[in-house]
């Protein structure tokens, strides 16, 4: 099973939106609406941002938004905040009942 | 209020077999859908799925690892076990358990995660 592909990095400036993509085939991120994200700051374990491609667990800002098309399932952030600086990790179910996760993206606020 | 925390030696030797404890609290690994599972992360490198195991005892493995990996539950002790044999440098990492249910395939709550060094 081979990992859904991540761009290594994205930067922006606080305010500003930015999209994470990841692209993934018809056996994990396109066949199934069990796409998560999750965001992991350093030295700390992750933590969930989204999850059924577009869902939000209470708590998490509404600034976090997700979707999918095809193979290819994206993040996006709004109103960038310096806390938002972390790594982000998608995540999908499989057709072989496992977990894949994605190479991970490095999110730099200017 | 669902906690995990991982347990396990911080050193193993090459060609050893790793064992690692996830003790959990919040829920009971008996009840119908829920599901655990381990993940890996070695140093300044990606999230590395391994292996789940669900309250019916079914189990599945990440296909490259799937020779070396066995996981187990408990449910009386609130535990889940993962062994990894043979191990290797390359398998030096922070390993996590995370807690998720059948219904929504996401890891709802991580562990702190336990640091192993592989190295003679």
């Known amino acids: 099973q081979s990992a859904p592909t991540q761009p290594a990095s994205v930067s922006g400036s606080p305010g500003q939106s930015i999209t994470i993509s990841c692209t993934g085939t018809?056996?994990?991120?396109?066949?199934?609406?069990?796409v998560s994200w999750y965001q992991q700051h350093p030295g700390k374990a992750p933590k969930v941002m989204i999850y059924?491609?577009?869902n939000r667990p209470s708590g998490v800002s509404d600034r976090f938004s997700g979707s999918k098309s095809g193979n290819t399932a994206s993040l996006t952030i709004s109103g960038l905040q310096a806390e938002d600086e972390a790594d982000y990790y998608c995540?999908?179910?499989?057709?072989?009942?496992?977990?894949?996760f994605g190479g991970g993206t490095k999110l730099t606020v200017l | 209020q669902v906690t995990l925390r991982e347990s396990g030696p911080a050193l193993v030797k090459p060609t050893q077999t790793l064992t690692l404890t996830c003790t959990f609290s919040?829920?009971?690994?008996?009840?119908?859908?829920?599901?655990m599972s381990w993940i890996r992360q070695p140093p300044g490198k990606a999230l590395e799925w391994l292996a789940r195991?669900?309250?019916?005892?079914?189990?599945y493995y990440s296909t490259s690892l799937k020779s070396r990996l066995t996981i187990s539950k408990d449910a009386s002790k609130n535990q889940v076990v993962l062994t990894m044999t043979n191990m290797d440098p390359v398998d030096t990492a922070t390993y996590y358990c995370?807690?998720?249910?059948?219904?929504?395939?996401?890891?709802?709550?991580w562990g702190k995660g336990t640091t192993v060094t592989v190295s003679s």
């Open positions: 018809s056996s994990d991120v396109g066949g199934y609406k069990y």
């Open positions: 059924d491609v577009s």
């Open positions: 995540s999908s179910y499989t057709s072989s009942s496992t977990m894949v």
């Open positions: 195991i669900d309250w019916d005892d079914d189990k």
């Open positions: 919040g829920f009971s690994l008996s009840h119908s859908g829920m599901c």
């Open positions: 995370a807690w998720f249910t059948s219904d929504y395939y996401y890891m709802r709550v």
